[in-house]
């Protein structure tokens, strides 16, 4: 039984380091301009120190994890229904469609039973691009965590707002959902996952299932809530590229269907780990993403006003 649990937690751990777009097949990475070829300075270098947006018009360049963005707008540090996290990171920026969304949603959740607003986490940098730590995916402002932990105050001091943890809604590593999930986490996922401009969720496969097995009538937004390994602190919201951009490369859209078939394989598999493929093929180790790697528009981010 040790065993079993060093060896799930392990798996778990390795992929939730993982971003969702490095690790899915279905990512079609946008087209890079030959204008930074040879350019091998280190991204999350240059990115991940910049303080403000660029005086640009806004877009999405590349995709979720190899891009950056233009013209950012700041989700200001508290609104009536929400408040965002971890300011010292910087994190708070995104395509307007992305702060739009955040401020409906809260709006929202201000109305579910001992909801104050949201608790939001990371969105992206000021101007996208990968990040000094943590994810590899938010890079063109249209990513956003929002934090399981239901606020019963907006008024959180900068220094509270650093201090303050979320809370886990899994159990059984994630087969599961624990005490703390209610059915406003659902109404809240249900509500995010409703609105056209998101094109998946992410969150712990028990959270899915148990979702699957409550919600009645229309179903049509479980399509857009999506499995993945960690996820059971905050639930990760991923909207479309906007009308119009053609910088932005859209991840495929979900399968057809619920999706809750697929969910409650990976419970199964979390809870009786399939054998290691021997076949499998090992990954070689991945350095830094260099400013060669990125669309060439991203050059333009980083040098404009």
């Excluded at 937690?9 to 079609?28: K, N, R, Y």
């Excluded at 999350?44 to 403000?52: C, E, N, S, T, V």
């Excluded at 959740?109 to 909801?115: E, V």
């Excluded at 979390?270 to 499998?280: F, G, M, S, V």
């Amino acid at each position: 039984m040790v065993r079993f649990i060093k060896i799930t937690a392990f798996v778990a751990a390795l992929a939730a380091c993982q971003s969702e777009d490095s690790a899915s097949p279905s990512i079609t990475q946008a087209a890079i301009s030959t204008q930074n070829a040879g350019d091998n300075r280190v991204a999350k270098d240059l990115f991940g120190y910049i303080p403000r947006g660029s005086n640009q018009t806004p877009e999405a360049h590349g995709s979720y994890a190899r891009g950056c963005q233009a013209g950012a707008a700041e989700l200001p540090e508290t609104g009536p229904t929400w408040q965002a996290m971890r300011l010292s990171r910087n994190r708070n920026w995104g395509q307007p469609e992305l702060v739009d969304y955040v401020q409906d949603l809260s709006r929202f959740a201000a109305t579910q039973p001992g909801w104050a607003g949201l608790y939001v986490g990371d969105l992206s940098q000021p101007r996208g691009g990968p990040m000094l730590s943590g994810h590899a995916s938010h890079q063109i402002g249209l990513d956003a965590d929002i934090w399981m932990l239901p606020p019963d105050r907006l008024n959180l001091t900068r220094q509270e707002r650093e201090n303050i943890s979320s809370i886990s809604m899994r159990r059984a590593q994630g087969a599961y959902t624990n005490n703390n999930w209610t059915p406003q986490h659902e109404a809240i996922l249900k509500a995010a996952a409703s609105d056209p401009r998101v094109a998946r969720i992410f969150v712990f496969p028990g959270a899915k299932v148990a979702m699957c097995n409550s919600a009645t009538g229309d179903r049509s937004w479980l399509r857009k809530i999506r499995p993945w390994w960690g996820h059971h602190y905050h639930f990760h919201v991923r909207l479309n590229c906007p009308a119009g951009d053609a910088t932005c490369t859209n991840q495929a859209p979900p399968p057809a269907g619920d999706g809750c078939a697929d969910a409650q394989q990976w419970v199964n598999n979390i809870l009786n780990p399939p054998p290691p493929d021997p076949n499998a093929p090992t990954r070689p180790p991945k350095g830094p993403i260099t400013m060669a790697g990125l669309p060439g528009q991203c050059i333009g981010v980083l040098n404009a006003n």
